[in-house]
């Protein structure tokens, strides 16, 4: 049967390059600072998102959890939009782990959080009943809002409300590079709104393994410490790095093609009947949709398009989340549509 996987970018397999370069790497003990890839990578991607210095870690949950340890003491409290990655689907680590205080301000559709919002949400010092806020995060691009894109006036907004309360913003850019491509300005345009970033090289960029950090150096030193406490210390690293450096310099552009994909594929199931689609949230390589049919729910409808090989993941009761990647042509998504139309004709009431 053929198979179109649309359940995430993080399914992508490494590219030639990526396998010669990870072959080829050269290699030394990252804990003793000696691996000279993952030297260049942390160079690399620091250089590219405009800050002093990155850090890499194993994934974007870790990148994630190690920012917030560096950023936020004990019982400080973190606000962060409803449906962001880091509040949904990071098992809670920054409690866990960090003693942290999670204040949720809602995600509007677009991605962004109200910055009046944001700014209602923070805690006025001084008063022991309160927790104190430590870190504003952001999320961009929004993985449950459809992949939609911050624009750098919007994350503009959030960092002049940071600034006046003197608190400093987290950046969850695992897409930063969709994010930028989308908008067509440098990633270092959207990081240069923010104090700290985790990226992934996992997602759309298709290296297998690893996420940076990036900061101020100071930052990023103290980061490095809170990676060893979670265990994230690697050392001959760059076999993974050799391959995240292809991806920072061979794949960002290409993310345009999803992009183009992802709003082919989105604007195609709009006009088959039983499909959901808000075109005006499909602003990168993600879609999330739901259904006009009251009789049959996203999880049912995502089993049965996957029972045909067209793999998606439902994201709740009444969505369904697809995303293109490297590895997904446009001859992919017309397949795909084919077979969604197919399905929808099918799909019986359970
Ligand atoms: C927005 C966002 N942040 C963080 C992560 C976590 O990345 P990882 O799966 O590498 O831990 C993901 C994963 O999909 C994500 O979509």
């Not at 504003?136 to 409300?161: D, F, W, Y």
């Not at 897409?175 to 240069?192: E, K």
């Not at 345009?256 to 499909?282: C, F, K, S």
């Amino acid at each position: 049967m053929r198979i179109v996987d649309l359940r995430s970018d993080t399914v992508t397999m490494p590219t030639p390059a990526m396998r010669k370069a990870m072959y080829e790497a050269e290699l030394g003990d990252d804990v003793y600072g000696e691996d000279p890839t993952v030297n260049r990578l942390e160079e690399a991607v620091a250089e590219r998102l405009g800050k002093e210095a990155g850090l890499f870690v194993v994934s974007g949950t870790m990148g994630n959890l190690v920012s917030l340890l560096t950023h936020c003491p004990r019982g400080g409290e973190l606000i962060l939009g409803d449906q962001a990655h880091i509040f949904y689907y990071e098992a809670g680590g920054i409690s866990a782990l960090g003693g942290g205080h999670v204040h949720t301000v809602p995600n509007l559709p677009n991605g962004m959080m109200d910055p009046a919002a944001v700014e209602d949400a923070i805690r006025a010092p001084g008063n022991a009943h309160f927790p104190r806020t430590c870190l504003i995060c952001l999320e961009n691009t929004h993985n449950r809002c459809g992949g939609a894109v911050l624009s750098v006036e919007q994350m503009a907004e959030i960092k002049a409300v940071a600034e006046r309360h003197g608190l400093p913003v987290h950046l969850d850019g695992a897409r930063i590079w969709n994010a930028a491509v989308a908008l067509g300005v440098a990633p270092s345009d959207l990081a240069a709104q923010v104090d700290t970033i985790q990226t992934c090289f996992s997602k759309g960029l298709a290296a297998p393994v690893g996420s940076a950090i990036v900061g101020s150096r100071a930052f990023i030193d103290e980061a490095r410490r809170n990676r060893k406490i979670v265990g994230g210390g690697m050392r001959q690293a760059g076999v993974i790095a050799a391959a995240a450096l292809v991806a920072l310099d061979e794949m960002v552009d290409r993310l345009a093609d999803d992009h183009a994909n992802a709003r082919l594929l989105a604007e195609r199931l709009a006009e088959i009947p039983g499909y959901d689609v808000d075109l005006a949230t499909v602003q990168s390589n993600i879609i999330r949709f739901g259904l006009t049919r009251s009789d049959v729910t996203a999880p049912q409808v995502a089993a049965a398009l996957t029972a045909e090989g067209i793999k998606v993941n439902a994201s709740d009761a009444a969505h369904i989340r697809a995303v293109t990647h490297y590895g997904i042509e446009r001859d992919d998504v017309l397949y795909a549509l084919e077979v969604a139309e197919r399905v929808m004709q099918s799909v019986a009431v359970a």
